[in-house]
């Protein structure tokens, strides 16, 4: 448990008071610091920007080749079904040279991986948008050990060990929540966007824009960090004694709710996305519980030990 802050901490902080003075001139050399490391991570980053853009679709590409597959199923039961009635088919009308060994769309029905501009200069802003991002992502430690030196000396020392203690987690699950987002999250969710369109010339999913894909990717990528942050958010509340160990499991079926609640307003309306992020809600949550559960023992265990 969180223990009040003592005589010794009150002179810390006395003796390491700076003037507004000197506040705003240490700002401004963290903000340098930081814009310096920022250029310099983007120019890096950009010099590779055709292999980040490639990188950047490839949830895309992963949800148009399972739809192509889909689609391509689709159309094979159509042709079986029209044939087990009788009626003359022609396949090529859905495949190309080929069929039935291999089952390869024609052009005319085969969902397009690229990503479509609709302006000359798009796609240089769109990978200048991307870098920035991109950038932001990998100097993102360091931009944060900046504001972490800056805040850190009105903290006290009980509140700077929980920040020390659970900020190396905080970042991993971040980073896993993003990945997760990445690899399962936004392809999944374009894929099943686009199922109900598999009798459509064409796939609106597919034909969207770069920018919109690229928003798209953001928000999701993002909102599962988000997300991941929550075992530590739990345990740092109940290390510092904001809130009981004892009250998290009570709130189960409330998490339950929340996270169809929260899992609808950052999705698409597709309910298979929605439990995608609602069913990790949940499971962070029940490790949040077990990790509370084991500190408050060994707080009480240690009180314990000193009395």
């Not at 148009?64 to 396949?91: C, F, K, S, T, W």
């Not at 029905?109 to 609709?118: G, I, S, T």
């Not at 987002?181 to 459509?200: K, Q, R, T």
Request: charged share 20%.
């Amino acid at each position: 448990m969180a223990t009040l802050p003592n005589p010794d901490d009150e002179h810390e902080i006395e003796a390491s008071r700076m003037t507004l003075g000197e506040h705003l001139e240490e700002l401004r050399g963290r903000l340098f610091k930081s814009v310096i490391a920022l250029v310099i991570v983007f120019s890096v980053v950009y010099t590779w920007r055709f292999e980040v853009f490639t990188m950047i679709q490839g949830p895309h590409q992963k949800a148009m080749v399972m739809l192509n597959e889909a689609r391509a199923e689709h159309y094979e039961e159509i042709i079986q079904e029209r044939q087990a009635a009788g009626e003359e088919v022609d396949p090529g009308v859905w495949f190309s040279e080929g069929y039935p060994e291999v089952m390869v769309l024609n052009d005319e029905h085969h969902n397009d991986d690229r990503l479509v501009h609709f302006s000359a200069d798009q796609g240089f802003l769109l990978r200048l948008r991307i870098c920035f991002w991109v950038s932001m992502f990998i100097s993102g430690p360091f931009l944060l050990l900046q504001m972490w030196g800056f805040i850190a000396a009105g903290l006290y020392r009980n509140e700077k060990s929980v920040v020390h203690s659970y900020l190396p987690a905080s970042l991993i699950l971040f980073l896993g929540g993003v990945l997760f987002g990445y690899f399962v999250m936004v392809p999944y969710a374009l894929y099943f966007l686009g199922l109900d369109d598999l009798n459509l010339e064409t796939l609106g999913v597919g034909s969207q824009t770069a920018g919109s894909y690229l928003e798209f990717l953001k928000a999701l990528a993002l909102a599962m960090g988000a997300v991941f942050q929550l075992p530590v958010i739990m345990l740092a509340l109940t290390k510092l004694d904001l809130v009981d160990a004892k009250l998290w499991p009570t709130y189960r079926r409330h998490t339950v709710i929340g996270a169809l609640v929260i899992a609808a307003i950052l999705t698409p309306p597709d309910p298979i996305t929605q439990m995608l992020m609602a069913v990790p809600i949940v499971i962070l949550y029940e490790a949040g519980v077990i990790l509370t559960r084991i500190a408050a023992r060994k707080d009480a265990a240690a009180e314990q030990g000193l009395a």
